[in-house]
């Protein structure tokens, strides 16, 4: 399904139980939102489920970049307003994490609760360079000059070897990103500044953590595990980056339990 919201032609898909609260879940860079295919099924029993395509990625319309991370959380807000829906659960991972934050506290009203998953909170001057090198590794190869390393960042070795069905999806799903779309996202995502505000945060806060994450560190998480009042910090082991997509099981375990036990508010 499609909506025109913020200005543009946005990608979602809505299933789930039609009487229940509304969880939205926000993908990585460079993915889609196929890559919750691993949550749909225990979301779904429970929950009113949206997924959408950020701006820039997959079926979603991609603008010339740059693009920043209030923006994107303005599309997300307009397709909330598109489908008549005020107070969401956020859930999401990396780039959806950054997004969450971005609305958790430029616009608080519209959210239940925040999932936080293996994302951070500021982008240190130290990791500008790796952004840099990523965004004209796109503008001169293409995507495919980021398949390896991203892949290496964002799964075990462990769970490599296996190539699972699920692994072969999510390197479509990178190698066929609007390279446009892919620069706009990361010029966004490098002037992710958010630290020092956290404490302006008082949502009920999940934040979940693959214990072998080099995107986005433990280290990223417990920083604001520190400064969100109302959060707790799940590590998952034997996991990386896409940890919802490599132990998928204990992140569902945990997501679940946490979204059942926030404070029943039912949006409009």
Known sequence: MFATANGIRIHYKLSGRKEGLVVIL?????????MWDPQMEMLESRFRVLRYDTRGHSRSETTPAPYT?????????????????????????????MIGQSIALNHPDRLLSLSLCDTAAVI???????????????????????????????FTPS???????????????????????YIGCAIAIRKL?????????HLPT???????????PVSASEAIHERIKNSGLIILRSARH??????????????????????NKKEK
């Not at 829906?85 to 780039?95: E, F, Q």
């Not at 990791?127 to 398949?147: D, K, N």
């Open 206 to 216: 999940l934040i979940m953590v693959g214990e072998d994450d080099p995107a986005t």
């Open 124 to 154: 240190p001057a130290e990791a500008q360079p790796i952004w840099e090198e990523r965004i004209e590794g796109v503008r001169q190869r293409g995507m495919s000059s980021q398949l390896d390393a991203t892949m290496e960042r964002w």
């Open 193 to 201: 500044n958010y630290l020092n505000r956290l404490s302006e945060i």
């Open 26 to 34: 926000s993908h990585s860079l460079a993915s889609s939102l196929k």
């Open 69 to 97: 991370l209030e923006g994107l959380g303005e599309d997300a807000l307009g397709l909330l307003d598109q489908l008549g829906m005020d107070r969401v659960h956020w859930v999401g991972l990396s780039m959806g994490g």
């Open 159 to 181: 769970f490599l070897s296996l190539n699972p069905p699920m692994l072969t999806l999510i390197k479509e799903e990178l190698l066929t990103t609007p390279a446009e779309g």
């Open 242 to 263: 896409l940890s919802n997509v490599e132990q998928p099981g204990v992140f569902n375990e945990n997501l679940v339990d946490f979204l059942m036990n926030v404070p």
